[in-house]
């Protein structure tokens, strides 16, 4: 279970479903805790809007992250 800091979730809900929208996948949430997390959160306001600049970039570009091929096989 993720931490999620409250407004986190508000900052980056739109931009996961912008992505799953252009690439009609889930972004690989889970492959990016060290970008969104802090002492405190799994995922903290702050690290949800760099998380946010990172998809951001992957859209603009029409290029999906690397997401491991057994990704959607484990179990968090």
Do not use: C
Not at 55 to 68: A, E, F, H, L
Request: charged share 30%; net charge negative; aromatic share 12%.
């Amino acid at each position: 279970m993720l931490h999620f800091e409250i407004g986190a979730s508000e900052v980056l809900n739109p931009v996961l479903d912008a992505y799953t929208e252009q690439f009609g996948d889930d972004f690989p949430l889970y492959e990016y805790l060290n970008v969104t997390r802090n002492d405190e959160y799994d995922i903290s306001v702050t690290g949800a809007k760099r998380l946010v600049d990172l998809i951001k970039q992957s859209i603009s570009q029409n290029r999906p992250v690397p997401k491991p091929d057994d990704y959607d096989d484990r179990v968090y």
